[in-house]
């Protein structure tokens, strides 16, 4: 087995949370380039585990689902939740064959087609709530706009009717927060979530409509149950909301520091939907989910034995000069991007995949033909607490330069 260095200046990693997510690329570089399969030792915090930096070395992981386990929790908490959770394991703690049957029941509601029908919705609530801080001039991008949308997206997909949406964006809210401490139990968000489904779900037996519960609820318990319906729709609260509002604040915090940039696509609009593809693989909302190897496994020279926890570096390996050249690390609207890791790849990846592009591509052209010259305050933002998801809790933001 290949040792890891031990010397005093041997580059190192470390979980970021709150403030520490401001810059975690010169860390992410420097084991690309020294220690792409470095070893982190148990602390009070964590057990002992494995990140993967380079792109090859987690593409290759994600990919193969027989030796890097989703099972045994996503995180490197030793303890983290997983298969002991009976019917209502939610499908990302699946492998295959389990995650292909479950996969197969709920992605009828995730069809490009489907999404684009949400087109005008999402495209009426952008410029609505863009307009209120146009007119103000400044304001809170985060809490303005980019933080409710996804919680509107995941409500449509639920079923959530419109007069019921402020509560659920409240414990929407509540969840989120505490997911990403580590703490959800100790919310009533979600028992007040959980009991809200279901009471939706009974209602959906007799009045389904056209929506991912009503959908699932329709199949019978002889193909999910109704534990698993309520996993699942905790799943998309968890799971669709705060990655995207990472992917708007960071967009904007990339299109005010780079104005070059920002300028093609002002003069050429038809870049957008591939520029989305860059801002997906630069901001990485999901910087890395563990994986469990169920055998001893070498990766670059290095055996990772059979049990130990690895942390796949996505947010890392999408900044690979060995994938996607010397200006890796910058942003370029026109760059051409055969793949990238934001979404997973393969079995795991994001079933909300095109829902996340379509609220990134809607909001980014409103913002550029309402606020060309607009401003976000990337030293003045504040980012969320959580190991796993970089996004911005609050954004300044200005209608000018």
């Not at 990339?254 to 693989?281: I, K, M, N």
Request: proline fraction near 6%.
């Amino acid at each position: 087995m290949t040792a890891h260095p031990t010397a005093p200046d041997a580059p190192a990693f470390e979980l970021r949370s709150g403030g520490s997510w401001r810059d975690p690329f010169p860390m992410y570089r420097a084991l690309r380039d020294h220690d792409p399969v470095h070893r982190v030792e148990a602390n009070g915090q964590t057990g002992s585990f494995w990140f993967l930096s380079r792109f090859e070395d987690v593409f290759t992981a994600v990919r193969d689902t027989d030796t890097f386990s989703s099972a045994h929790g996503l995180t490197v908490d030793p303890d983290a939740p997983g298969t002991q959770m009976g019917d209502a394991t939610p499908i990302v703690f699946m492998d295959p064959p389990d995650h292909t049957t479950m996969r197969r029941l709920v992605s009828a509601g995730f069809t490009p087609r489907q999404v684009t029908e949400l087109e005008d919705e999402i495209r009426a609530f952008v410029v609505e709530h863009l307009e209120r801080l146009r007119m103000a001039g400044s304001g809170d991008i985060i809490s303005g706009l980019f933080k409710p949308l996804p919680s509107f997206v995941v409500a449509h997909y639920l079923g959530v009717p419109p007069e019921d949406r402020t509560r659920f964006d409240g414990w929407t809210e509540q969840i989120v927060a505490a997911a990403a401490q580590g703490n959800i139990g100790a919310t009533e968000g979600i028992a007040d979530l959980l009991a809200y489904f279901s009471e939706l779900i009974e209602r959906r037996r007799s009045d389904p409509g056209d929506d991912m519960v009503s959908h699932l609820v329709q199949l019978g318990e002889e193909d999910v149950s109704l534990l698993w319906v309520l996993g699942f729709a905790f799943t998309m609260v968890t799971g669709g909301n705060d990655t995207a509002t990472g992917l708007l604040g960071g967009s904007a915090v990339l299109l005010t520091e780079h104005r070059d940039e920002r300028r093609r696509l002002l003069e050429d609009p038809g870049l957008l939907p591939g520029a989305v593809e860059e801002f997906l693989r630069l901001t990485s909302p999901v910087q890395g989910l563990a994986r469990t190897a169920t055998r001893d496994v070498d990766v670059g020279g290095t055996v990772i034995p059979a049990g130990d926890k690895v942390l796949l570096g996505y947010g890392a390996a999408n900044r690979d000069e060995r994938e996607f050249g010397p200006t890796a690390e910058a942003l370029d609207v026109g760059r051409d991007i055969a793949r990238h890791l934001t979404f997973g790849y393969g079995a795991h990846h994001c079933l909300g995949a095109s829902a996340a592009r379509l609220q990134a591509r809607i909001t980014l052209e409103e913002l550029l033909t309402r606020c060309p010259d607009f401003t976000v305050d990337a030293a003045a933002g504040e980012y969320a607490t959580g190991n796993y998801v970089r996004r911005h809790v609050s954004l300044p933001f200005s209608t000018r330069s």
